[in-house]
Structures are given as C-alpha cells and as structure tokens.
C-alpha cells in the first residue's frame, strides 16, 4: 500500500483545515488507518484512528471534539477534518495503514505517508 497525504498548510488559530490521504491498491477495507503527527523536537504521537470496515473511531484527548477522522472505501481514502486549530497543533501530519482492522498504538502500523506539514499562527 502506498500512501499520499495531502491538504497542510498554513492557518491562523482557530481555523479549519481537512488533511486527505490516498492509498493505492485494491481492498482499502481491510486496513486500519491512523492519523499521527510530530512536531519539531518531540516524539510522533498519534491523532486519530478510525477501523476499516464499520469506521469506528477513537482520538487522542488533546483533539476531541475538533478534529474528525473519516474514511471513504470506494474511493481509498482517509480524511481528518481539523477544527478550532491552536498553535500547538503546528505539527507534520502522517497517515498510516496497518494490516488489522483497528490499531490505537504509534507502533505496528504497516505502511506510512509521507507527511504533510500543519502550521497554525497564533
């Protein structure tokens, strides 16, 4: 699986952005995707998780109620959908595939994007 993410930038606080990513290859369904990010000088921690068949989610408590993951099956891609943006969620942001159905956990995801840059001004 190959992974593309897409829709960083830059925001002022308190604004929105939707991050996409896009895998290639056939079954999307099958894989557990998660977003992550890392900002300069601190660990990737993850954001979101969201199954790949019945599109349970869960989310870090840093981003509940602002950020939303979702995914569309027929068209191999995952979304999250940032909101009330605060300058500490300056960050590169990955999506990540992994060959299970759910996976909350940085480590064990399979195959990774390459990153899309988030900067929130304040």
């Known amino acids: 699986v190959q992974l593309q993410a897409s829709g960083g930038g830059l925001v002022q606080a308190g604004g929105s952005l939707r991050l996409s990513c896009a895998a290639s290859g056939r079954t999307f369904s099958r894989y557990g995707m998660g977003w992550f990010r890392q900002a300069p000088g601190k660990e990737r921690e993850i954001v979101a998780a969201i199954s790949g068949r019945d599109g349970s989610t869960r989310y870090s408590d840093f981003v509940k109620g602002r950020f939303t993951v979702s995914r569309d099956n027929a068209e191999n891609t995952v979304y999250l959908r940032m909101g009330s943006l605060k300058p500490e969620d300056t960050a590169v942001y990955y999506c990540?595939?992994?060959?299970?159905?759910?996976?909350?956990?940085?480590?064990?995801?399979?195959?990774w994007g390459q990153g899309t840059q988030v900067t929130v001004s304040s």
């Open positions: 990540a595939a992994a060959e299970r159905q759910f996976l909350w956990s940085v480590n064990g995801y399979d195959y």
